[in-house]
């Protein structure tokens, strides 16, 4: 297997940084490597050959503008970072605007700082990624890519048709992000079992106008969320809809953003270590993370954090990547088998070989595992990149909930949970700080909230009787068949 030569480990033995890319990308799986610009990449989402778009190079971030950026509101920093990853493809005073806007204070409680960082413990840290909209960190890519779409869709004098698919939290984020964009109309997969109450209404107040709901029905006692992104991608090849899940490059580029903040509220002096630990599902969140370090950012270890759908765990510990049914969890939004961002770090594993990548992700489409062995690799290439997994249960969720009550009066989500609980189990003697993101806010999750605590958390104003708000008929339900799902968004576009 030909590795990639990996330049992150010390960023600071040299100075020698590009200012910005180009904004050029490519599939993971065109051996030509046919290029394409950034706005066009996030406008049509994933690649006609089945692949995943990424940058040409990653661009870098020295010590010293880590040091300028130290201080900067959040929106000035999302506005330096993107800038690397865009380039000139969106002009400057546009892509400016949009952080303004898409991080402003009536969308975001606290505009200064969007992400903030609390030290819970000792030399434990907690990210807060879920003070947007819908208090899910997808708020904090969603919000500026349905911008910068609805930008170069005015650009380009044409609408986009979006067909996604959600576990919970991306569904409601995606809405909020695209609700009353006349040049955006998005059709919503989701589980008809399996998400909170919370959740299903913060998605089922947004239908109506350019928004449509659509309730895949699943057995009870499994997640529905693989066969939703199994029909998505089927009719987004077929039919050319436009991707808001985390296959769209925009979203990955955006969450890049959190990880420079994380690290600079985190690390004593610039070029100090810091871990963080990712709950994630679909691997675009982590992702993130790794593209962060990618471009220069001195993160040591990035620890996945899994629930009892532990593929990602497999994964990376054993280097298999291995298909099976999910179940549904108490931490449903990562109830997920099918891990589509992780295409991306495949081909920086294969020394950016397109075909090698290609059959590699053709074996396991078609046989439902692949090995890493069988391709000249193995799980200690994930060693070398930094990357660590471990899982948690629902009784591990509830300790940790109630840990950290008891410990510093807070109260978190499940999912993020899952990742105290095994940040606790990769914390280290040298005393390296360890972040963990917090992916939501406990109040979408009150059933786990109060078996753990025995009481529901307080729900701020705006989510106050949410239930009985969503209009009835906001969802449509139907069987996991692509032909009748085909036809239903046909009838709506006509």
Request: hydrophobic share 40%.
């Amino acid at each position: 297997m030909k590795k990639i030569k990996l330049e992150f480990n010390n960023p600071y033995k040299s100075q020698k940084h590009e200012l910005f890319m180009t904004g050029e990308l490519f599939s993971t799986r065109d051996a030509e490597r046919k290029k394409i610009s950034y706005p066009a990449a996030i406008i049509q989402g994933l690649a006609p050959d089945g692949g995943l778009f990424v940058p040409t190079a990653y661009p870098r971030i020295s010590s010293d503008e880590l040091r300028q950026w130290s201080n900067l509101p959040y929106t000035q920093l999302a506005f330096q970072v993107k800038r690397k990853l865009v380039g000139q493809t969106i002009p400057d005073e546009v892509l400016r605007d949009i952080q303004v806007q898409a991080y402003s204070a009536d969308k975001f409680s606290n505009a200064f700082e969007v992400a903030p960082v609390e030290n819970i413990a000792e030399d434990l840290f907690l990210q807060n990624l879920s003070l947007g909209p819908t208090a899910a960190f997808k708020d904090m890519a969603l919000q500026p890519l349905a911008y910068e779409m609805d930008y170069e869709l005015a650009r380009m004098g044409q609408m986009l048709n979006i067909l996604a698919a959600t576990s919970g939290d991306t569904g409601s984020a995606a809405e909020a992000g695209a609700k009353g964009r006349e040049r955006l109309r998005v059709f919503m997969l989701s589980p008809k079992y399996g998400m909170s109450a919370f959740q299903k209404a913060q998605m089922g107040i947004q239908s109506g106008g350019n928004i449509f709901n659509i309730s895949i029905i699943n057995k009870e006692n499994e997640s529905g969320f693989d066969v939703c992104q199994g029909l998505a991608k089927k009719l987004s090849k077929k039919c050319g809809f436009g991707a808001l899940n985390s296959t769209n490059w925009g979203r990955v580029a955006a969450q890049v953003v959190y990880y420079v903040s994380g690290y600079l509220q985190t690390a004593q002096r610039i070029g100090d270590e810091v871990d963080f630990t990712v709950p994630t599902g679909n691997f675009g969140n982590v992702l993130a993370g790794y593209i962060a370090k990618r471009m220069g950012v001195p993160i040591r270890n990035l620890i996945i954090a899994t629930n009892e759908n532990n593929v990602l765990e497999t994964l990376i510990t054993k280097g298999i990547y291995q298909k099976r049914l999910s179940q549904v969890t108490s931490s449903p939004s990562m109830d997920i088998t099918v891990s589509s961002n992780y295409e991306r770090l495949a081909f920086d594993l294969f020394g950016r070989d397109p075909e090698l990548t290609k059959r590699y992700m053709e074996e396991f489409e078609t046989t439902g595992k692949v090995d890493l062995k069988d391709f000249g690799g193995g799980p200690e290439d994930f060693r070398e990149l930094g990357f660590f997994a471990g899982s948690s249960s629902h009784a591990n969720r509830l300790d940790s909930i109630r840990w950290l009550r008891d410990h510093n009066g807070l109260i978190i989500d499940p999912h993020t949970a899952d990742g105290i609980t095994v940040a606790k189990q990769f914390q280290t003697a040298d005393k390296v700080p360890m972040v963990v993101m917090q992916t939501a806010l406990a109040v979408k999750f009150e059933s786990t909230i109060q078996e753990a605590i025995g009481f529901k958390p307080r729900r701020e104003k705006r989510f106050e009787g949410l239930e009985e708000r969503v209009p009835r008929g906001s969802f449509h339900t139907m069987e996991p068949d692509a032909n009748k799902l085909e036809s239903y968004i046909k009838h709506h576009l006509s």
